[in-house]
């Protein structure tokens, strides 16, 4: 079990040089230069020099390179060539806007779609398992903007429920800030509950013929022992692997969501760095997202053993 | 007289768009054992499962009545049926390797329903699945049951099942097919172990079986059934001495026997077709320490001339399969060299090897591509044959498909065809580039009887008229005695015995030879 966790945390590793590799040579290479962004189109050769220079982009790629892996390796990850914020401290504190409702959404999902995707495996054919599929599927279907503006329409302005515009730290008002994750979190996690539905119906409906189910109830346990006991525990497997890659997607940031919702999370952070050619943030933007992915999925190899034992000889 | 245990009278269960079960009336006395035979689609496992009301979703019991000790189980609450269902009677299904939940331990597994029907502390349920562990004769049951199914063989599964079954003392048992997937002396094993246990518990026991010698040597009753009818019953060894029916004639004739007539061994003369040289295979252990590096094959030498039938016999575990593979180039050997027609081959195989040799595999369920026709699987080795045209290779497929038994079902897809169909396409595949030798690895092991020894006449008569060399992998030593001139004997990776078939299964030198023919079930 520790080799293996081992093997795990050392692939990581080059993935993440990679990664590092990666970002750094294509945010060069997309055509604009942040100088020009900050300083308008009025500004004349010497200022946007003069930018360039403060900012470190008058130096060679490759010495850029090595000063900011140098940086970065001992944890600075530099600063915003907009706002001169640390990329460190800017990128944790819109995380802890996200990932709340990431980890609400994901959550929900899971249980929604372990819950219904059990019930429609058992009926298979029936009404409930047409019903369920069907809404499965037209939940996937639905653009997670367009969910998100109808909920806003009817439960904040119809209703008046829920807030509308703006957000609330958990430090400032814990109960401000989890009416302001309702929503979001809810449009989320539907349209996530509709794929994790489908791939628990799809596999419960196999394990469900198999013989240790049968066996089982001929053992005489009831349905809800045999359901709980035998058939999740082996059906839920493949779901685990999908659910470990939608949280690893949508931790990496809510774009969408957060647009709709007005809230400073990661994903919207990445597009304005992008928009701003703010170099540092996006490099550290990305960099962090593929660590959450890899964070992630780690978690997810380490649970998987509990639902099928073979992995670990495998 | 014995009341009997079970009594099933006019039992009647349909599909959807079919009768399955027609009217049935069976009888199971304490302490004694029925074998339903019959073959798949006969409706006996439908009967079984009707007993436990366990029928497969769209399919239901039209009539019939079926008592348990006098209690009629047609008549009975679900919640009544559950207390029936472990408690009173105990079922052990055919596949050892799926009948265990993959995801829990042994122990929790066979003390599950042990704490389920009877009031027992945990540590009460754990001692008795200890107790029936060791009665089982499994070594060091502490071990075994913080285990996971995966890390034990088909057999060992299938004792493990048994105990779990046999822990909670049922009047009846129903074992459906439970050694069908296991070796002969998996095979033994086990059902020595449910008929002692049978015995001391006084249960009655309700075998299913396709395999007319197993009901032969473990039954003291037998009814026969075939396409949902009961056509012949009584007991065991009188019916299958002289058995009435033509059906059940024709079930007792496709029990694989000792030839009368050897299968006449080619003259060995000349450079041997195949030369096997102290062949090895090792697998590297595997992640955790607990699964050491082992030797599958271990220093096998053998020759093989031109239109030889090899017969490869062993246990599971012994490498024949390996043996198959090596040869092929399928695995790589550790040491040792294979020659061909003189020339040593290399790995990979060179495809002018791989243009003379073919592999027959055992599950054709699997073996076939589900989306293409059979004409085209069959006509896919010869994609190489450059001065062929494409209806040209049809041509020889549709020949050869015809040669099998299967005119006009080019255009069809695997999954209209039974399994023996299907291995019919899989040995017209093998065939149609005219190989000279062929790996047929368990062919016949995943078909019917009656099935079974289809098959083998087919490959017999193509093996004799074509001429091609054979080297015919099989755990089942009858089938190896009726088609091969020459055996290898396999256990542990060695081959332990070699020798003209006929010979050495009548006179087995080596004593694990001796333990297979005599677990090897027959009349």
Same mark, same amino acid.
């Given at each position: 079990?520790?080799?293996?966790?081992?093997?795990?945390?050392?692939?990581?590793?080059?993935?993440?040089?990679?990664?590092?590799?990666?970002?750094?040579?294509?945010?060069?290479?997309?055509?604009?230069?942040?100088?020009?962004?900050?300083?308008?189109? $009025?500004?004349?050769?010497? $200022?946007?020099?003069? #930018?360039?220079?403060?900012?470190?982009?008058?130096?060679?790629?490759?010495?850029?390179?090595?000063?900011?892996?140098?940086?970065?390796?001992?944890?600075?990850?530099?600063?915003?060539?907009?706002?001169?914020?640390?990329?460190?401290?800017?990128?944790?504190?819109?995380?802890?806007? $996200?990932?709340?409702?990431?980890?609400?959404?994901?959550?929900?999902?899971?249980?929604?779609?372990?819950?219904?995707?059990?019930?429609? #495996?058992?009926?298979?054919?029936?009404?409930?398992?047409?019903?369920?599929?069907?809404?499965?599927?037209?939940?996937?279907?639905?653009?997670?903007?367009?969910?998100?503006?109808?909920?806003?329409?009817?439960?904040?302005?119809?209703?008046?429920?829920?807030?509308?515009?703006?957000?609330?730290?958990?430090?400032?008002?814990?109960?401000?800030?989890?009416?302001?994750?309702?929503?979001?979190?809810?449009?989320?996690?539907?349209?996530?509950?509709?794929?994790?539905?489908?791939?628990?119906?799809?596999?419960?409906?196999?394990?469900?013929?198999?013989? !240790?189910?049968?066996?089982?109830?001929?053992?005489?346990?009831?349905?809800?022992?045999?359901?709980?006991?035998?058939?999740?525990?082996?059906?839920?497997?493949?779901?685990?692997?999908?659910?470990?890659?939608?949280?690893?997607?949508?931790?990496?940031?809510?774009?969408?969501?957060?647009?709709?919702?007005?809230?400073?999370?990661?994903?919207?952070?990445?597009?304005?760095?992008?928009?701003?050619?703010? !170099?540092?943030?996006?490099?550290?933007?990305?960099?962090?997202?593929?660590?959450?992915?890899?964070?992630?999925?780690?978690?997810?190899?380490?649970? !998987?053993?509990?639902?099928?034992?073979?992995?670990?000889?495998? | 007289?014995?009341?009997?245990?079970?009594?099933?009278?006019?039992?009647?269960?349909?599909?959807?768009?079919?009768?399955?079960?027609?009217?049935?009336?069976?009888?199971?006395?304490?302490?004694?054992?029925?074998?339903?035979?019959?073959?798949?689609?006969?409706?006996?496992?439908?009967?079984?499962?009707?007993?436990?009301?366990?029928?497969? &979703?769209?399919?239901?019991?039209?009539?019939?009545?079926? @008592?348990?000790?006098?209690?009629?189980?047609?008549?009975?609450?679900?919640?009544?049926?559950?207390?029936?269902?472990?408690?009173?009677?105990?079922?052990?299904?055919?596949?050892?390797?799926?009948?265990?939940? /993959?995801?829990?331990?042994?122990?929790?597994?066979?003390?599950?329903?042990?704490?389920?029907? *009877?009031?027992?502390?945990?540590? *009460?349920?754990?001692?008795?699945?200890?107790?029936?562990? *060791?009665?089982?004769?499994?070594?060091?049951?502490?071990?075994?049951?913080?285990?996971?199914?995966?890390?034990?063989?088909?057999?060992?599964?299938?004792?493990?099942?048994?105990?779990?079954?046999?822990?909670?003392?049922?009047?009846?048992?129903?074992?459906?097919? &439970?050694? %069908?997937?296991?070796?002969?002396?998996?095979? @033994?094993?086990?059902?020595?172990?449910?008929?002692?246990?049978?015995?001391?518990?006084?249960?009655?026991?309700?075998?299913? %079986?396709?395999?007319?010698?197993?009901?032969?040597?473990?039954?003291?009753?037998?009814?026969?059934?075939?396409?949902?009818?009961?056509?012949?019953?009584?007991?065991?060894?009188?019916?299958?001495?002289?058995?009435?029916?033509?059906? %059940? =004639?024709?079930?007792?004739?496709?029990?694989?026997?000792?030839?009368?007539?050897?299968? &006449?061994?080619?003259?060995?003369?000349?450079?041997?077709?195949?030369?096997?040289?102290?062949?090895?295979?090792?697998?590297?252990?595997?992640?955790?320490?607990?699964?050491?590096?082992? +030797?599958?094959?271990?220093?096998?030498?053998?020759?093989?001339?031109?239109?030889?039938?090899?017969?490869?016999?062993?246990?599971?575990?012994?490498?024949?399969?390996?043996?198959?593979?090596?040869?092929?180039?399928?695995?790589?050997?550790?040491?040792?060299?294979?020659?061909?027609?003189?020339?040593?081959?290399?790995?990979?195989?060179?495809?002018?090897? +791989?243009?003379?040799?073919?592999?027959?595999?055992?599950?054709?369920?699997?073996?076939?591509?589900?989306?293409?026709?059979?004409?085209?699987?069959?006509?896919?080795?010869?994609?190489?044959?450059?001065?062929?045209?494409?209806?040209?290779?049809?041509?020889?497929?549709?020949?050869?498909?015809?040669?099998?038994?299967?005119?006009?079902?080019?255009? @069809?897809? /695997?999954?209209?065809?039974?399994?023996?169909?299907?291995?019919?396409?899989?040995?017209?595949?093998?065939?149609?580039?005219? &190989?000279?030798?062929?790996?047929?690895?368990?062919?016949?092991?995943?078909?019917?009887?009656?099935?079974?020894?289809?098959?083998?006449?087919?490959?017999?008569?193509?093996?004799?008229? =074509?001429?091609?060399?054979?080297?015919?992998?099989?755990?089942?030593?009858?089938?190896?005695?009726?088609?091969?001139?020459?055996?290898?004997?396999?256990?542990?990776?060695?081959?332990?015995?070699?020798?003209?078939?006929?010979?050495?299964?009548?006179?087995?030198?080596?004593?694990?030879?001796?333990?297979?023919?005599?677990?090897?079930?027959?009349?």
């Amino acid at each position: 079990m520790l080799s293996y966790l081992a093997k795990r945390v050392l692939a990581a590793i080059p993935t993440l040089l990679l990664v590092g590799v990666a970002v750094f040579v294509l945010v060069r290479l997309v055509p604009g230069d942040p100088a020009q962004v900050m300083l308008g189109d $009025s500004a004349d050769e010497e $200022s946007l020099a003069a #930018a360039h220079a403060a900012m470190g982009l008058d130096k060679p790629i490759f010495t850029q390179f090595t000063i900011w892996a140098t940086n970065a390796l001992q944890g600075d990850l530099g600063a915003s060539l907009m706002t001169d914020e640390s990329v460190g401290t800017l990128v944790l504190d819109r995380f802890a806007v $996200s990932a709340p409702i990431v980890l609400i959404a994901v959550a929900l999902a899971t249980i929604v779609a372990v819950l219904l995707g059990l019930w429609a #495996a058992l009926h298979q054919g029936k009404a409930a398992d047409l019903a369920i599929v069907t809404g499965a599927t037209v939940l996937l279907s639905i653009p997670t903007f367009w969910l998100g503006l109808m909920l806003l329409l009817v439960f904040g302005l119809k209703l008046g429920w829920l807030p509308v515009v703006g957000y609330v730290p958990f430090s400032e008002d814990a109960h401000e800030a989890i009416r302001f994750l309702v929503l979001p979190s809810i449009a989320l996690a539907l349209v996530e509950a509709g794929v994790l539905t489908r791939m628990m119906r799809a596999s419960a409906v196999d394990v469900l013929r198999l013989d !240790y189910v049968l066996h089982a109830h001929a053992k005489g346990l009831d349905d809800d022992t045999v359901l709980a006991r035998h058939v999740f525990p082996n059906a839920f497997a493949p779901t685990l692997t999908l659910v470990g890659l939608i949280l690893g997607n949508l931790l990496g940031g809510i774009a969408v969501i957060e647009t709709v919702f007005t809230l400073p999370g990661l994903g919207r952070l990445m597009v304005d760095a992008v928009l701003a050619r703010d !170099y540092p943030v996006i490099q550290a933007c990305l960099l962090f997202t593929a660590s959450i992915y890899i964070v992630v999925n780690l978690v997810v190899d380490l649970i !998987y053993p509990v639902f099928d034992p073979r992995i670990v000889n495998r | 007289m014995t009341p009997s245990a079970l009594e099933i009278s006019g039992l009647s269960i349909a599909s959807s768009d079919k009768l399955l079960v027609k009217g049935v009336n069976l009888g199971v006395k304490h302490g004694e054992i029925l074998a339903l035979a019959g073959e798949s689609g006969s409706g006996k496992s439908m009967t079984a499962r009707a007993v436990v009301s366990l029928l497969p &979703p769209g399919v239901r019991r039209l009539s019939g009545s079926i @008592r348990l000790g006098g209690d009629d189980l047609t008549v009975m609450a679900d919640a009544d049926l559950r207390k029936v269902r472990g408690k009173r009677v105990g079922m052990v299904l055919q596949e050892p390797l799926s009948s265990l939940n /993959p995801a829990m331990r042994i122990g929790d597994q066979l003390v599950e329903a042990l704490l389920w029907h *009877e009031k027992l502390s945990r540590s *009460e349920a754990r001692q008795r699945a200890i107790a029936m562990l *060791e009665r089982v004769r499994i070594d060091d049951a502490e071990a075994l049951l913080r285990a996971y199914p995966h890390e034990f063989s088909g057999g060992m599964r299938q004792r493990i099942m048994l105990a779990s079954v046999f822990l909670l003392k049922p009047e009846l048992i129903i074992a459906d097919e &439970p050694t %069908t997937a296991l070796d002969a002396l998996a095979q @033994r094993e086990v059902l020595d172990l449910m008929v002692e246990l049978g015995r001391d518990s006084g249960a009655a026991v309700l075998l299913i %079986t396709h395999n007319l010698a197993l009901a032969n040597r473990y039954a003291d009753s037998l009814a026969v059934m075939n396409n949902g009818d009961i056509v012949e019953s009584g007991q065991a060894r009188v019916v299958l001495a002289a058995p009435a029916q033509p059906y %059940t =004639r024709k079930l007792v004739e496709a029990v694989p026997r000792r030839s009368e007539i050897a299968v &006449p061994a080619p003259r060995a003369d000349g450079d041997p077709l195949l030369s096997v040289r102290g062949l090895s295979v090792e697998y590297p252990a595997r992640g955790a320490a607990s699964v050491a590096a082992k +030797r599958a094959l271990d220093d096998v030498s053998f020759d093989a001339w031109k239109g030889e039938f090899i017969g490869v016999v062993g246990g599971s575990g012994s490498g024949k399969t390996t043996l198959g593979r090596a040869i092929m180039g399928l695995v790589s050997p550790s040491s040792g060299s294979v020659r061909f027609v003189g020339e040593p081959l290399s790995m990979p195989r060179s495809p002018a090897f +791989r243009a003379r040799t073919q592999m027959i595999f055992q599950d054709p369920y699997s073996s076939l591509d589900p989306r293409r026709k059979l004409v085209d699987a069959v006509a896919d080795p010869l994609r190489h044959e450059a001065d062929l045209s494409a209806a040209e290779r049809r041509d020889r497929a549709n020949a050869l498909l015809e040669k099998v038994g299967l005119g006009g079902f080019g255009e @069809r897809l /695997p999954h209209q065809l039974s399994g023996g169909q299907r291995q019919r396409v899989a040995i017209a595949r093998a065939l149609v580039r005219e &190989p000279d030798l062929v790996v047929a690895d368990e062919p016949t092991s995943a078909l019917d009887m009656t099935i079974q020894a289809q098959i083998l006449v087919l490959l017999q008569t193509l093996q004799a008229e =074509r001429g091609f060399t054979c080297l015919f992998i099989s755990h089942d030593l009858a089938a190896i005695e009726q088609v091969a001139s020459r055996a290898l004997v396999m256990d542990g990776g060695r081959v332990v015995e070699t020798g003209d078939a006929g010979m050495i299964f009548a006179h087995p030198a080596h004593q694990f030879t001796r333990a297979l023919v005599e677990a090897s079930p027959r009349f």
